[in-house]
């Protein structure tokens, strides 16, 4: 079907539209706000329409177009002033002296149960909003590699920058949102007592 | 013994999780977690947010978008 959109059959690009529409707003969703995530669907298939002529199949289309995603997602985040946001770096884990967890395995525990301590649509915002306060950079990489589950190196190629730098944004990522996830049950299980 | 402590461990993590760390790393690592509870919580919970993150930011296309963008898909 990618071949026949990129050699100028129009409806097979129509087809392709309609099977990827709701993944690309997925990730335009995770990576800016469901505010812009419309326009971002908008730029990024007229953007992959463009362009079609330059996929040449050595990549998987739901890759190329992947990647003219995340391309508009930043760009459009870009455009739009940051509103500032409190750091997650508290939500980092703590250590004694002697290196050791600070927090108790309870503590450490709960973040694993936020789905059955949080109800969904409270948890639903309070995902939205760590995603939001993470570092652009951990964002990016968290998203793709973690939520949209593409391989390490496929992320690197999209990001520009080596598997490395990408596996330690997501682990920077995951223990900033493993301590936010951490705060928000605690909070919920405490509210419950 | 296992030289590895929490703080260690934990900067290590995604690279176990990812198969990259040598054997003997490798090896005093999981020494350490089987040891400790606290890391047994930790590493359970690690490894849970992506999963938590993943349900909680699914979103479904709204209908009207999906009906804007087929038409212009099939009208191209």
């Known amino acids: 079907m990618a071949a026949r959109a990129a050699a100028g059959d129009a409806s097979a690009f129509g087809v392709l539209v309609s099977r990827y529409q709701q993944r690309v707003y997925r990730l335009a969703c995770r990576l800016t706000s469901e505010t812009d995530a419309a326009d971002v669907l908008q730029e990024t298939f007229l953007q992959a329409f463009r362009h079609l002529s330059s996929f040449r199949g050595d990549s998987r289309f739901g890759t190329w177009l992947y990647r003219i995603a995340t391309n508009a997602s930043l760009m459009h985040r870009r455009s739009r002033a940051r509103r500032p946001t409190e750091s997650l770096e508290p939500f980092l884990p703590r250590f004694d002296a002697s290196g050791r967890h600070a927090a108790t395995p309870d503590e450490l525990r709960v973040a694993a149960h936020a789905e059955e301590l949080l109800d969904q649509a409270t948890l639903a915002s309070k995902a939205r909003d760590g995603l939001a306060r993470l570092p652009d950079a951990y964002r990016d990489a968290f998203v793709l590699r973690d939520l949209e589950d593409m391989p390490t190196a496929e992320v690197a190629v999209i990001l520009g920058i080596e598997p490395a730098a990408v596996r330690q944004r997501v682990h920077r990522a995951r223990l900033m949102l493993r301590g936010f996830l951490q705060d928000a049950a605690t909070r919920s299980e405490g509210g419950r007592r | 013994m296992s030289d590895v402590r929490c703080v260690s ?67 191209l």
């Open chain 2, 9 to 75: 461990g934990v900067e290590l993590l995604a690279d176990y999780l990812e198969g990259l760390l040598p054997a003997d790393v490798c090896a005093s690592l999981e020494e350490h977690v089987l040891g400790c509870e606290r890391c047994q919580a930790f590493v359970a919970s690690y490894q849970a947010t992506p999963a938590i993150l993943r349900a909680a930011t699914d979103v479904v296309l709204p209908e009207e978008l999906r009906r804007r963008l087929d038409q212009w898909g099939s009208g």
